[in-house]
């Protein structure tokens, strides 16, 4: 009679013989003849047939739809990869354009002029440091402490814990995910904002400073422009016109974060809560929402600087 496969299964009774096969069932006497030609017959092996060929194309399916994922994923980090180093290029290029440009041009006196060298290699230093910290640095993951958490993730099929969110991006899990930054190309999370917010700050800073500095030779480089003298003309224009768009979309940012930082939110969160019309359940008072990004030593600060940034809140939150 041969032997059955593990695709098929064979049932003996009295009289007939059973047999599944690609999911259907037949029946054949057991003196081995099988009716080809019934229509129970042909219907049943139609409908194997069909399911299998369905089930072969949502494989492909699955399949296409990964690669495709991937692919969109890979050509996101590559992109983040060359903004990095275009950000970086802007960076060099305001500080290099003060520098041999802007501050010679103001004719300082000699230690004046050391003084403010000095404060503007110290800013581009740190500036950078903060940078490379924020893309750099770890924003964090669930670790072994957050398994017993009631939330979990399908893609990494692990525990998720409260304020954690899944970066398609990176592919991962990031504590207290603020959003994926393609400038840094990386997460803001929990363990990287406060570098984040400090690299903000201080790239606003420098890029208002350096449009300041570049904005009095801009009148002269444009009456005396000439083609004999094309970049001589317009490095002072573009630093000034670059350094400022900069600073305007700096300044935003900046404002948003503040308000985030104050009343403890992360980006995700805000717009959950602006959508559901509520505020935010984490919040703790400002000292302690400050405290929590930036460490318990900001806690030391005078009390009134806290009541100032309680106040300047209401100038950048929505009405509920």
Same mark, same amino acid.
């Given at each position: 009679m041969g032997v059955c496969s593990r695709h098929d299964l064979c049932i003996f009774s009295s009289h007939h013989l059973h047999i599944s096969l690609l999911g259907c069932d037949f029946k054949m006497s057991l003196d081995g003849h099988l009716d080809v030609h019934s229509p129970e017959f042909l219907a049943s092996l139609s409908l194997s047939f069909k399911n299998l060929k369905v089930s072969k194309v949502k494989q492909r399916s699955s399949k296409s739809k990964i690669l495709r994922t991937e692919s969109s994923r890979s050509g996101q980090r590559a992109c983040g990869r060359v903004l990095v180093i275009l950000m970086n290029m802007f960076i060099v290029f305001q500080a290099d354009g003060f520098l041999r440009f802007s501050l010679p041009w103001f004719a300082l006196q000699p230690h004046v002029n050391l003084a403010a060298k000095m404060a503007s290699v110290w800013l581009f230093v740190l500036i950078e440091f903060f940078y490379a910290c924020t893309s750099l640095v770890d924003p964090g993951r669930p670790g072994r402490k957050d398994i017993a958490s009631n939330r979990w993730c399908n893609d990494c099929t692990a525990p998720k814990p409260d304020r954690c969110h899944h970066c398609s991006t990176c592919s991962r899990c990031v504590l207290r995910m603020d959003h994926h930054c393609i400038f840094t190309n990386s997460c803001v999370g929990l363990r990287n904002q406060p570098y984040f917010l400090m690299f903000v700050f201080l790239t606003m800073l420098g890029a208002g400073l350096a449009a300041l500095a570049a904005a009095p030779q801009v009148p002269a480089a444009v009456l005396s422009f000439s083609f004999a003298s094309t970049l001589r003309s317009l490095h002072p224009i /573009?630093?000034? $016109?670059? /350094? /400022?768009? /900069?600073?305007?979309? $700096?300044?935003? %940012? $900046? %404002?948003?974060q503040m308000h985030l930082l104050i009343r403890n939110e992360t980006t995700i969160e805000s717009l959950k809560n602006w959508a559901d019309r509520c505020n935010s359940s984490f919040d703790q008072g400002v000292r302690e929402n400050i405290a929590e990004v930036f460490g318990p030593p900001i806690k030391l600060l005078p009390d009134i600087l806290f009541d100032i940034l309680d106040g300047l809140d209401q100038f950048l939150s929505y009405d509920l």
């Open positions: /573009a630093l000034c $016109l670059s /350094a /400022a768009i /900069a600073f305007v979309m $700096l300044w935003n %940012l $900046l %404002l948003a």
